[in-house]
């Protein structure tokens, strides 16, 4: 199972938006809707954004959004933030019944 | 509060064996399912080993299939990994994570501190 595809680098200065694309088969990302996005700060743990490709959980900001289309999930961030600076995972489901990770993104805030 | 508390991390030799554990507290832990994720530092994420609620079933990564092993013991609230023939590839930091249960994604809402497995002679 390889790793989900993932831009090595995103930026983009404070109130703009950005999208990170997380690229996968039809064996993941294109097979189900349980995509997943995780914000991880340095020497922290990573916080879950959005799970089931487009909701959020309780408490986290909906300037984080996320959508699917065919093999390809995306993550936006609206109104960037200072504190956006971070790396950014993607997971999916497998037809394995197993998860695989995306290979990270590192936004830089401008 | 919720915890999670790994061991068990060390330095073993290539070919040798680890078991981690991962003490909970804090949460009925029979109602959540768990993970492992490893990450070597300054690196990716990668998603190691899930076992359900009652552990009745698994899985595993294929870069550890038939090498790991994910265990629970709900009388002790505690969830382990069972690593074998260890490589120098499986160098990282090891975290367990627990599952919110929303759906059947990878949605872990709290993790552990990690602890480090090194793979050397």
């Known amino acids: 199972q390889s790793a989900l595809a993932q831009p090595a680098s995103v930026s983009g200065s404070p109130g703009q938006s950005i999208t990170i694309s997380c690229t996968g088969t039809s064996s993941d990302v294109g097979r189900n809707n349980f995509v997943t996005w995780y914000r991880q700060h340095p020497g922290q743990a990573p916080k879950l954004l959005i799970y089931?490709?487009?909701i959020r959980p309780s408490g986290v900001s909906d300037r984080f959004s996320g959508s699917k289309s065919g093999n390809t999930a995306s993550l936006t961030i609206s109104g960037l933030q200072p504190d956006d600076e971070a790396d950014y995972y993607c997971?999916?489901?497998?037809?394995?019944?197993?998860?695989?990770f995306g290979t990270g993104t590192e936004v830089t805030v401008l | 509060e919720v915890q999670l508390v790994e061991s068990g991390g060390g330095l073993v030799q290539p070919g040798g064996s680890l078991r981690l554990s991962c003490a909970a507290s804090g949460f009925t832990f029979s109602s959540h399912w768990m993970h492992w994720v490893r990450q070597v530092p300054g690196k990716g994420l990668v998603w190691v080993a899930r076992?359900?609620?009652?552990?009745?079933?698994?899985g595993h990564a294929d870069s550890v299939k038939g090498r790991f092993t994910i265990s629970r013991d709900n009388a002790k609230n505690t969830v382990y990994l069972e690593m074998n023939s260890l490589r120098a590839e499986d160098t990282a930091v090891y975290y367990c994570?627990?599952?919110?249960?929303?759906?059947?994604?990878?949605?872990?809402?709290?993790w552990g501190q990690g602890t480090l497995v090194t793979v050397s002679s």
């Open positions: 076992i359900n609620n009652d552990g009745s079933n698994t």
């Open positions: 089931d490709v487009t």
């Open positions: 994570a627990r599952d919110a249960g929303y759906s059947f994604g990878f949605e872990a809402d709290f």
């Open positions: 997971t999916s489901y497998t037809t394995s019944s197993i998860y695989v």
